[in-house]
Structures are given as structure tokens and as C-alpha cells.
């Protein structure tokens, strides 16, 4: 037998012994194993919160346990490696989610503040998607190739060297369909009282 099959039986073997371990063992000796550590790990991510931290290694040995169960030992190949996984991923979840809250508070602490520009900027906001979705929509009715051009100058931000690379149109065509585009898209949205 060679060196390549020896080393792949052995593989096989040790997942099948990792099988063997999780449905044969009570799941508390992997819990055992890995708590501390994990515990350990999530804490220098989100802070040492004892109950958050819990709460994450909770869950992750959790989503193992559901894993085995309904995928099978073949879809954990390292207990170890996938357990950190997850940790790792829902502690990057709650960092999130406390920034998304940290910046909630913000916003309603400078309300309080300023007295109503919450409610202003909100206001102003949605004038401006209005505005934006006209003129989308009167985009589409303007030639194809200006259309193009002002898409890849205004969307995707592209030099007009870009985009004539990309329309195969020399740097002036591609100057003078994105001149003649913008001001008839101006004269449409001015037609839709959306500048005056």
C-alpha cells in the first residue's frame, strides 16, 4: 500500500472515529472539552459580558448538536474548527448588532437635541428618493447609448476614458453623449417638477 492510500485510509478512519465519538459519547464530554476554551475566545471578542458570552457558546454548541443531528457526523469534519466557526461568526453578529444599536441611540439622542431634524432629514430623504426613482424612470426614456453612458459616469463612477474603453467610442463621443443625455434628462425632470 502506498504512502498516498495509507494517509487517506488514516483520514477516513479519524473521521469515522470523530462519528463514532459524537454518536456513541454523551454530547457532554464535547461540551466539556470546548467550553472553557470557547468561553475564553468569545470573551476577548465582545467583551467579558458573562451572560452574552454564555448565550453565544450556548448557541454554538447548540447549532452543533442540530448539525449532527440532521446533516450527520460527515458534516463536521473538526468539532473544534466548527465550533469556533460559529463563535466566531455570532460574536461578529453581536458586535454588530451593538454598533446598529449604539447608532440608534444616537440618532434619537440628537433628536432630542436638536428638536424635530430627525423627523426633517426623514422628510428630506424620502424627496430625495423620490426624485432619484423619477428620475430612473426618465432615464430609461432617453436614448439607449445615453443611457449607458450616464449610468457608467453617474452609477459606477468610470472616467470617460473608462467608459469609452468599454462603449469603444473615442473620449469626445463619449463626452458629448453624456453632455447631451444629462440635459435632456434635466429637461425631462424640469417637465416633472422635480427641479425648477
Given at each position: 500500500?502506498?504512502?498516498?492510500?495509507?494517509?487517506?485510509?488514516?483520514?477516513?478512519?479519524?473521521?469515522?472515529?470523530?462519528?463514532?465519538?459524537?454518536?456513541?459519547?454523551?454530547?457532554?464530554?464535547?461540551?466539556?472539552?470546548?467550553?472553557?476554551?470557547?468561553?475564553?475566545?468569545?470573551?476577548?471578542?465582545v467583551g467579558y459580558n458573562s451572560a452574552?458570552?454564555?448565550?453565544?457558546?450556548?448557541?454554538?454548541?447548540?447549532?452543533?448538536?442540530?448539525?449532527?443531528?440532521?446533516?450527520?457526523?460527515?458534516?463536521?469534519?473538526?468539532?473544534?474548527?466548527?465550533l469556533y466557526r460559529v463563535a466566531h461568526?455570532?460574536?461578529?453578529?453581536?458586535?454588530?448588532?451593538?454598533?446598529?444599536?449604539?447608532?440608534?441611540?444616537?440618532?434619537?439622542?440628537?433628536?432630542?437635541?436638536?428638536?424635530?431634524?430627525?423627523?426633517?432629514?426623514?422628510?428630506?430623504?424620502?424627496?430625495?428618493?423620490?426624485?432619484?426613482?423619477?428620475?430612473?424612470?426618465?432615464?430609461?426614456?432617453?436614448?439607449?447609448?445615453?443611457?449607458?453612458?450616464?449610468?457608467?459616469?453617474?452609477?459606477?463612477?468610470?472616467?470617460?476614458?473608462?467608459?469609452?474603453?468599454?462603449?469603444?467610442?473615442?473620449?469626445?463621443?463619449?463626452?458629448?453623449?453624456?453632455?447631451?443625455?444629462?440635459?435632456?434628462?434635466?429637461?425631462?425632470?424640469?417637465?416633472?417638477?422635480?427641479?425648477?
Amino acid at each position: 500500500m502506498e504512502s498516498s492510500e495509507i494517509e487517506q485510509e488514516t483520514a477516513g478512519i479519524a473521521v469515522v472515529d470523530q462519528c463514532d465519538k459524537l454518536t456513541r459519547s454523551n454530547f457532554a464530554d464535547i461540551l466539556d472539552e470546548y467550553e472553557s476554551p470557547l468561553l475564553c475566545y468569545v470573551g476577548k471578542m465582545v467583551g467579558y459580558n458573562s451572560a452574552e458570552s454564555e448565550d453565544i457558546v450556548q448557541e454554538s454548541f447548540i447549532r452543533l448538536h442540530k448539525a449532527l443531528k440532521e446533516e450527520g457526523c460527515e458534516s463536521v469534519k473538526s468539532i473544534k474548527s466548527w465550533l469556533y466557526r460559529v463563535a466566531h461568526n455570532l460574536s461578529i453578529d453581536l458586535i454588530r448588532k451593538r454598533k446598529r444599536q449604539r447608532k440608534h441611540a444616537e440618532i434619537i439622542q440628537n433628536e432630542e437635541k436638536s428638536g424635530g431634524s430627525l423627523e426633517r432629514d426623514m422628510l428630506e430623504g424620502m424627496v430625495r428618493r423620490e426624485a432619484g426613482q423619477k428620475a430612473l424612470h426618465e432615464l430609461k426614456a432617453l436614448h439607449p447609448e445615453e443611457q449607458q453612458v450616464i449610468l457608467l459616469k453617474t452609477i459606477q463612477d468610470l472616467t470617460l476614458r473608462e467608459i469609452g474603453d468599454i462603449m469603444n467610442l473615442s473620449i469626445g463621443k463619449v463626452s458629448y453623449r453624456l453632455n447631451t443625455g444629462l440635459k435632456a434628462l434635466a429637461e425631462r425632470l424640469k417637465e416633472e417638477g422635480v427641479f425648477e
